[in-house]
């Protein structure tokens, strides 16, 4: 069964009359500051709060649309340029002997990457040194050094820094993107 409550026990005054000490109240001026001063705490954390959460939700979701367009391959709306090539004539030249007493030749062929039609123009205006460079890398090298994957790829690198190198004095280099071989046979 429930039972009342029982009153609160006085306490006695300081003059132990058992008289009730007068209760002080606060006027009015004093209660509006304090709730002016808590309603403008509490709003500023509310709004920090917001802050905080709208910035975490907007990083969050470009991280999200970042990473599904890295996945998607799209490059943020700009359109793919098509690669663009230029095929150069074949070449055969004598390899540098390896001592042996046999002459072997090589025959091949390379492609360039380029960035656009105003380069291919530039290396067409300047395809007599282009391919002296080439045939001057590709007669120094011996069959031993071009017979692999590995001295392949060097000669690709190799041939890829001639070609870029500036054609007159003061010029910018050549951008090749890259040079591939097409055919490439040795004899």
Do not use: C, W
């Not at 029982?6 to 209660?31: F, I, Q, S």
């Not at 690669?83 to 002459?103: A, D, I, Q, Y």
């Not at 000669?155 to 055919?183: M, R």
């Amino acid at each position: 069964m429930a039972t009342a409550p029982k009153p609160a026990a006085k306490t006695p005054a300081k003059g132990g009359k058992g008289a009730a000490a007068p209760v002080v109240e606060d006027d009015g001026a004093d209660k509006a500051k304090k709730k002016k001063r808590l309603l403008i705490a509490g709003g500023g954390v509310l709004a920090l709060s917001l802050a905080g959460a709208g910035a975490f939700f907007f990083m969050k979701k470009k991280a999200a649309k970042e990473e599904a367009d890295d996945a998607n391959g799209d490059d943020h709306g700009e359109p793919e340029k098509a690669p663009m090539f230029m095929v150069l004539e074949p070449f055969t030249v004598n390899l540098r002997s390896e001592g042996n007493g046999s002459e072997q030749f090589l025959q091949a062929s390379f492609n360039l990457q380029i960035n656009d039609q105003k380069q291919a123009d530039q290396l067409k205006l300047y395809m007599p040194q282009l391919r002296s460079r080439m045939l001057l890398l590709l007669s120094s090298k011996t069959p031993t050094e071009i017979s692999t994957a590995e001295g392949k790829q060097e000669l690709v690198d190799e041939l890829a820094k001639v070609i870029s190198e500036p054609y007159v004095e003061h010029a910018k280099k050549q951008a090749v993107i890259g040079v591939f071989i097409t055919t490439f046979v040795i004899q």
